[in-house]
């Protein structure tokens, strides 16, 4: 199953580039000029790897994306004054531009960003340099979902709560006993299992209070764990977001959650993206009324001269789940 990923750039970008001091060149231009033996610096703005697979000829690298990019610009360029093209990717990608920026920002005069990156300059006909210059990599720009089961990593996944009152937080961890995710001809299902006896405490830590709390949340005024030992959710749907992204929300989750014994469907946005053993990861931040599964301790709903012992009904959820890649299949993306 394939979604196609979201095409970054457009007419925003375009406006963008009217804005700045610096000059828009073409491949054609940029060829030409190497060919006349102008004196030009040309950066590439990839990380290093994609720089040691191919780049322009006689380029030097400086990846955009790490913070010691000024510095490394200044390293390779003393005179304000020289003449400096950077490239990135491809139209799609701001990398060549946000060097532009920022390397106008160090005080540069003569500052170039090549229209369409690589991909323009290969478009064009022109040679590369690097060791795998024949190997393109084309970036991913897609959601691809593999038929199959993939079991949680329960070890690397963890769910932390925040719980808020008037005068301040607490929050804390919760740990997956088992889960699994089940893809069957493009539909995405599975259920996680909680451990409620997991339940911890971060801000406390080392507190006299922190067992005191703990105690409280185990307590049938909150989860009741003596008896509900266990939490579950299980997917109903999960179905892609228009435009989907690797770096925001990309899919809409349905599902069911038990707990205390209650069962409530709850729908939330989740970030999926692949990992390299073949497994995927899925975060996802929401919010959660607890009193919809019987947590009514301190809420004001129900309650009244609550007094120091409000409690807010929100509790915020940050969820990071890993699945492991199934045997045989060398790589997974969601």
């Known amino acids: 199953m394939v ?9 925003g970008r375009l406006n963008m580039e009217k804005a700045k001091n610096y000059v828009i060149t073409t491949p054609e231009e940029l060829h030409e000029r190497i060919r006349g033996g102008s004196n030009i610096i040309l950066i590439d703005t990839l990380p290093g790897e994609q720089f040691d697979k191919r780049h322009l000829p006689g380029a030097r690298n400086a990846c955009v994306f790490e913070v010691t990019f000024p510095d490394r610009v200044k390293e390779m360029v003393a005179d304000k004054n020289q003449e400096i093209v950077l490239y990135g990717s491809s139209e799609k990608s701001m990398d060549a531009f946000t060097a532009a920026e920022k390397v106008l920002r160090l005080g540069y005069q003569k500052v170039y ?11 064009a ?23 199959g089961t993939y079991k949680v990593n329960t070890d ?8 808020r009152n008037p005068n301040t937080k607490h929050y804390g961890t919760l740990r997956l006993s088992k889960g699994e995710i089940t893809v069957k001809e493009g539909i995405i299902g599975g259920s996680f299992e909680i451990d409620m006896e997991s339940i911890k405490n971060t801000d406390l830590e080392g507190d006299e209070l922190e067992p005191v709390l703990i105690s409280h949340l185990k307590s049938d005024d909150f989860f009741f764990v003596k008896i509900f030992p266990k939490a579950s959710f299980k997917i109903k749907t999960a179905t892609p977001v228009k435009e989907p992204s ?3 929300p990309n899919f809409k989750v349905k599902g069911t959650l038990e707990l205390r014994g209650i069962k409530k469907g ?4 989740a970030t999926v993206n692949s990992l390299p053993d ?14 919809r599964w019987g947590v009514i301790y301190g809420s004001s709903r129900f309650f009244e001269h609550l007094g120091m012992h409000l409690v807010f009904d929100l509790i915020s ?11 045989g299949v060398k790589k997974v993306t969601l």
């Open 125 to 147: 006909g022109y040679p590369f340099e690097g060791v795998h210059v024949q190997e393109v990599e084309i970036p991913e720009d897609r959601l691809r979902i593999e038929d």
């Open 246 to 248: 690797f770096s925001a």
């Open 3 to 11: 979604y196609r990923g979201k095409q970054h750039g457009g007419n």
């Open 266 to 269: 709850i729908t939330f946005p």
């Open 317 to 327: 959820i940050q969820l990071r789940i890993v699945v492991k890649g199934r045997e």
């Open 113 to 123: 960003a090549l229209k369409g990156g690589i991909a323009a300059w290969q478009e």
């Open 156 to 163: 690397e996944s963890i769910i932390e709560w925040t719980g």
């Open 278 to 291: 073949g497994g995927a990861t899925v975060e996802a931040h929401f919010d959660v009324d607890r009193t």
